[in-house]
């Protein structure tokens, strides 16, 4: 049986959405951006775990980072500067930066052609598919 996860008023999914039209990638937390997202067309590819909505404890900020140029998203956890040419997008939630009990690691790829990111929870998703770069552990989630 799958585990289903329930958000809570201090969690939230932390979701993959995918944009067949243009074949870019993109992970969030929010309800609202999903349902816009879902309204022109992307779709949802899944989601990997609950991130906090507040810092507390071990969790630090998940930066939001895009590059409007290469329409590209980047995550940081616990570094809120911005990679060059690109621009803060603000917190997009608190995530773990180490594994703790029940967390589950978010791994990141790089599309060396594209410009695209993808973030996943199996480290294997795109081994050996051409032109993707594993980049290694993203951060942490529940």
């Known amino acids: 049986m799958p585990i289903i996860l ?14 067949p039209k243009g074949g870019r990638h993109i992970i969030t937390a929010s309800v609202r951006e999903k349902r816009d997202l879902l309204k022109i067309g992307w779709q949802s590819e899944g989601d990997y775990g609950l991130i906090k909505v507040i ?7 998940l ?34 930066t180490s594994l703790t009990s029940g967390a589950k690691a978010v791994y990141k790829y790089y599309n060396t052609k594209s410009s695209d990111r993808l973030y996943t929870s199996d480290a294997g ?14 951060f942490y989630v529940q």
């Not at 329930?6 to 944009?19: A, G, H, I, Q, W």
């Not at 939001?64 to 040419?85: E, I, W």
């Not at 998703?125 to 993203?138: K, M, N, S, Y």
């Open 125 to 138: 998703e795109l081994t050996g598919v051409r032109d993707w770069q594993f980049e290694g552990i993203a």
């Open 55 to 61: 810092q507390e404890g071990p969790y630090v900020p």
């Open 63 to 96: 930066y939001r980072f895009y590059r409007s140029r290469a329409d590209d998203h980047v995550f940081q956890p616990d570094n809120q500067t911005a990679p060059p040419g690109y621009d803060s997008e603000g917190i997009a939630g608190y995530v773990l």
């Open 6 to 19: 329930v958000p809570s008023s201090d969690m939230m999914l932390l979701t993959r959405m995918f944009n």
